[in-house]
């Protein structure tokens, strides 16, 4: 089992630079003491210590004896995730400790984003010369290898999203899949092509058909013993809207409309890596939503394999109906909980903007586990309602439900509430997430993240009451 070698921790060494961390209210302190040998080079470079603000600092010959990076205001703290990784950037390659009165949750916010900061996504302009990256000791006291299983996850759900679907159709998304699977010793499979019909699997089978890349179910089962999840992921490599076509500026992003697939993939590698005690079962149904002769009309009519009928007013609500089938497969047999994670509507992003991920359930318990693990991983989530009252506004009366009801309200939920009728037994949460970072942001480049995947992660052991593991 090999790590990311874009991810390490440096050892503690003589050579270690010493990185200064400093409040605002703590630069005079620092200044006077500490920092006294450059207290004349502080004060001529106008050093404020805002957040990740940086300032080399001369060592003993001509290089870089140290640096101070400013840990901002309260305020400044609040309003940006990841600000001391700013520096990470400007700081010359080598390695380097922090130093300063940090808590722990500043410490492991600091050592986390500097390890996600570390990313690059260059398999189509791949740099000249590597540049070497500046290297973290990790802070005392942290888990370090948590730390970075959690930065290699998220790294694989950013390389899989930010993959053009030319390069990441159903076939790649499968070979990703099987690749993951073979580096943890699980057992996978895939369900292609016209096998779905015979296997039951129609409404994933009827999205992807018009694709010349075959519509599959692929299934992922890791560990022998502990409380059983299943991940469902929604893996649309690339959607059109099918016959209710987008127009171009929707298509622009639709590369990233298997973030969900990506990230639960991503989440996996994580409990895979750190070995936690459950069994993990991933299902991710992976399907190209494009225009063809024998493409989904809207207004046809299909059999899920729970048997729900479903009228289909708009195949651009193709995601809930490859999840539909997938979550009821997930549900035949014993499972303790279900998570399903998809890119899956507009009106979440609307409702939340795109750095948070929303997600649905009707369980406090999950609840309270979700917000700790959100706060403990620095990866904020939004609880939204299962609204009962707009169980009507899904039910078309020629069939059971409608994948695009005209309600024109409420669309995230009225999503939700479509798969949450697939779902009988286990306990369940969805994340209607973005899975994009629109901007260039602290640890987050623009293009694919990972949401919810490691508020999911810390959330795990109240979850499944798994104990501290």
Same mark, same amino acid.
């Given at each position: 089992?090999?790590?990311?070698?874009?991810?390490?921790?440096?050892?503690?060494?003589?050579?270690?630079?010493?990185?200064?961390?400093?409040?605002?209210?703590?630069?005079?302190?620092?200044?006077?003491?500490?920092?006294?040998?450059?207290?004349?080079?502080?004060?001529?470079?106008?050093?404020?210590?805002?957040?990740?603000?940086?300032?080399?600092?001369?060592?003993?010959?001509?290089?870089?004896?140290?640096?101070?990076?400013?840990?901002?205001?309260?305020?400044?703290?609040?309003?940006?995730?990841?600000?001391?990784?700013?520096?990470?950037?400007?700081?010359?390659?080598?390695?380097?400790?922090?130093?300063?009165?940090?808590?722990?949750?500043?410490?492991?916010?600091?050592?986390?984003?500097?390890?996600?900061?570390?990313?690059?996504?260059?398999?189509?302009?791949?740099?000249?010369?590597?540049?070497?990256?500046?290297?973290?000791?990790?802070?005392?006291?942290?888990?370090? $290898?948590?730390?970075?299983?959690? $930065?290699?996850?998220?790294? &694989?759900?950013?390389?899989?999203?930010?993959? *053009?679907?030319?390069?990441?159709?159903?076939?790649?998304?499968?070979?990703?899949?099987?690749?993951?699977?073979?580096?943890?010793?699980?057992?996978?499979? $895939?369900?292609?092509?016209?096998?779905?019909?015979?296997?039951?699997?129609?409404?994933?089978?009827?999205?992807?058909?018009?694709? *010349?890349?075959?519509?599959? &179910?692929?299934?992922?089962?890791?560990?022998?013993?502990?409380?059983?999840?299943?991940?469902?992921?929604?893996?649309?490599?690339?959607?059109?809207?099918?016959?209710?076509?987008?127009?171009? $500026?929707?298509?622009?992003?639709?590369?990233?409309?298997?973030?969900?697939?990506?990230?639960?993939?991503?989440?996996?590698?994580?409990?895979?890596?750190?070995?936690? *005690?459950?069994?993990?079962?991933?299902?991710?149904?992976?399907?190209?939503?494009?225009?063809?002769?024998?493409?989904?009309?809207?207004?046809?009519?299909?059999?899920?394999?729970?048997?729900?009928?479903?009228?289909?007013?708009?195949?651009?609500?193709?995601?809930?109906?490859?999840?539909?089938?997938?979550?009821?497969?997930?549900?035949?047999?014993?499972?303790?909980?279900?998570?399903?994670?998809?890119?899956?509507?507009?009106?979440?992003?609307?409702?939340?903007g795109p750095d948070l991920a929303p997600y649905y359930t009707d369980d406090p318990g999950l609840v309270t586990a979700l917000?700790?693990?959100?706060?403990?991983?620095?990866?904020?989530?939004?609880?939204?309602?299962?609204?009962?009252?707009?169980?009507?506004?899904?039910?078309?009366?020629?069939?059971?439900?409608?994948?695009?009801?005209?309600?024109?309200?409420?669309?995230?939920?009225?999503?939700?509430?479509?798969?949450?009728?697939?779902?009988?037994?286990?306990?369940?949460?969805?994340?209607?997430?973005?899975?994009?970072?629109?901007?260039?942001?602290?640890?987050?480049?623009?293009?694919?993240?990972?949401?919810?995947?490691?508020?999911?992660?810390?959330?795990?052991?109240?979850?499944?009451?798994?104990?501290?593991?």
């Amino acid at each position: 089992m090999t790590s990311d070698s874009r991810f390490a921790f440096a050892p503690a060494s003589p050579q270690t630079r010493p990185l200064h961390v400093v409040r605002p209210e703590e630069l005079a302190d620092f200044v006077a003491g500490p920092g006294a040998t450059w207290a004349a080079w502080l004060t001529a470079s106008g050093f404020e210590a805002g957040l990740g603000e940086l300032q080399l600092l001369p060592g003993n010959g001509n290089g870089v004896g140290a640096a101070v990076v400013g840990l901002g205001t309260a305020q400044a703290r609040r309003r940006s995730r990841f600000g001391l990784a700013k520096a990470v950037a400007n700081l010359p390659a080598g390695d380097w400790v922090l130093t300063g009165s940090l808590s722990e949750g500043e410490r492991t916010e600091a050592a986390l984003g500097w390890l996600l900061a570390g990313y690059r996504f260059d398999r189509y302009r791949p740099a000249r010369k590597p540049a070497v990256a500046p290297r973290l000791v990790c802070p005392g006291g942290l888990d370090a $290898a948590r730390l970075l299983a959690m $930065a290699e996850g998220e790294a &694989l759900t950013r390389d899989l999203i930010n993959t *053009p679907a030319q390069d990441m159709g159903p076939d790649e998304l499968e070979a990703a899949f099987m690749a993951l699977a073979g580096r943890f010793g699980a057992k996978a499979l $895939a369900i292609r092509g016209d096998e779905l019909l015979e296997r039951n699997f129609p409404m994933i089978h009827a999205v992807g058909r018009a694709s *010349p890349r075959a519509p599959r &179910l692929l299934d992922m089962r890791w560990g022998a013993e502990g409380p059983a999840l299943t991940l469902v992921g929604k893996g649309v490599c690339f959607d059109t809207g099918g016959l209710n076509l987008k127009p171009s $500026a929707g298509m622009n992003l639709m590369k990233k409309d298997m973030g969900g697939a990506a990230t639960v993939m991503g989440l996996a590698q994580m409990i895979m890596t750190l070995d936690l *005690p459950l069994r993990l079962r991933v299902l991710i149904p992976a399907v190209e939503n494009v225009v063809a002769g024998n493409a989904l009309k809207p207004k046809d009519i299909l059999t899920s394999r729970k048997g729900l009928i479903v009228e289909v007013n708009d195949t651009d609500a193709e995601g809930r109906l490859v999840l539909a089938d997938a979550l009821a497969h997930a549900c035949e047999e014993g499972t303790d909980l279900v998570i399903s994670m998809a890119t899956l509507t507009g009106a979440a992003r609307v409702a939340v903007g795109p750095d948070l991920a929303p997600y649905y359930t009707d369980d406090p318990g999950l609840v309270t586990a979700l917000e700790a693990g959100a706060v403990a991983g620095f990866d904020p989530v939004w609880r939204m309602p299962f609204h009962d009252a707009y169980e009507t506004a899904i039910e078309p009366g020629i069939a059971d439900l409608d994948n695009a009801p005209s309600f024109g309200f409420a669309g995230s939920i009225t999503a939700a509430l479509f798969l949450r009728r697939f779902v009988d037994g286990p306990r369940y949460v969805h994340f209607d997430i973005y899975g994009y970072s629109p901007s260039d942001q602290p640890a987050r480049p623009k293009g694919g993240a990972g949401q919810g995947a490691r508020a999911v992660l810390g959330a795990l052991p109240a979850m499944l009451n798994m104990g501290g593991k």
